[in-house]
């Protein structure tokens, strides 16, 4: 029962640039996951057609296109998500209040009106990739441990799901934004495995310890040697770290 809730919370990165080798991860891993994340590589390659395939395969997808445009505009790309089926999708929070509102407002009621559910609406808070010299660079003089919980209040004020944040800034969203606000994590690493481009890291347990909602992890599954057998021994991590919260 652990192991399943588990898998529920564990997002395959589907970082990869065609639909057939998105095809053979879906294949290979979708009941070893419970989500495929779709990026802005993959859908600018292969369009809707990826989600159509993931979804036909019986997969999940959090459809990561961090919209940040006009309000209007991110309103109406956010219910085409939602026509597309998607479990989850995201805005990026630095598109403002107004922009999230009117993508949230819009999203609940299309799906209200076509009788469809809705995706967990997610704001990007900073990259996991950023640090405090990135904001600074671009005129952000507030540190990311300030930012993150700021941006997240908003995202929650402007009717948003939740958010998608470092491990390491979780438990001060959580107290910016309560028990009920979704966190997904990107920037987990196994202890053995490298850290590429991520800055602002965690491995599963810690980070499902310090209450991540879902794991947003590609690179330490798809470049292990039996990426099934690794994605079971981050899940039963996971489940581990559950069973003790």
């Not at 980070?207 to 039996?226: T, W």
């Amino acid at each position: 029962m652990m192991l399943e809730e588990a898998r529920k919370k564990l997002i395959f990165a589907l970082d990869v640039d065609s639909l057939e080798e998105a095809r053979r991860w879906v294949a290979l891993l979708h009941a070893k996951v419970g989500l495929f994340k779709v990026g802005k590589q993959l859908f600018t390659r292969c369009g809707p057609e990826v989600v159509h395939m993931i979804r036909s395969e019986g997969g999940e997808v959090f459809l990561d296109l961090k919209y940040h445009d006009i309000p209007n505009t991110v309103a109406m790309a956010s219910v085409e998500a939602l026509r597309l089926g998607v479990r989850m999708c995201n805005v990026h929070a630095l598109g403002g209040r107004e922009m999230m509102a009117a993508a949230a407002t819009k999203v609940r009621e299309e799906a209200a009106a076509a009788g469809l559910p809705v995706p967990l609406l997610l704001a990007v808070t900073i990259l996991t990739s950023s640090t405090d010299d990135t904001l600074r660079e671009i005129g952000i003089e507030r540190p990311v441990r300030e930012m993150v919980p700021h941006l997240a209040r908003l995202a929650r004020d402007a009717g948003m799901g939740g958010v998608v944040a470092s491990p390491q800034e979780i438990a001060l969203i959580r107290a910016a934004c309560g028990a009920d606000f979704a966190i997904v994590t990107p920037g987990v690493r196994p202890a053995e495995a490298s850290v590429d481009d991520q800055k602002r890291i965690m491995t599963p347990a810690a980070a499902i310890a310090a209450g991540a909602d879902y794991l947003v992890i590609g690179r330490p599954i798809a470049r292990a040697s039996d990426p099934a057998a690794a994605a079971d021994a981050i899940v039963a991590e996971m489940a581990a770290a559950l069973a003790a919260v």
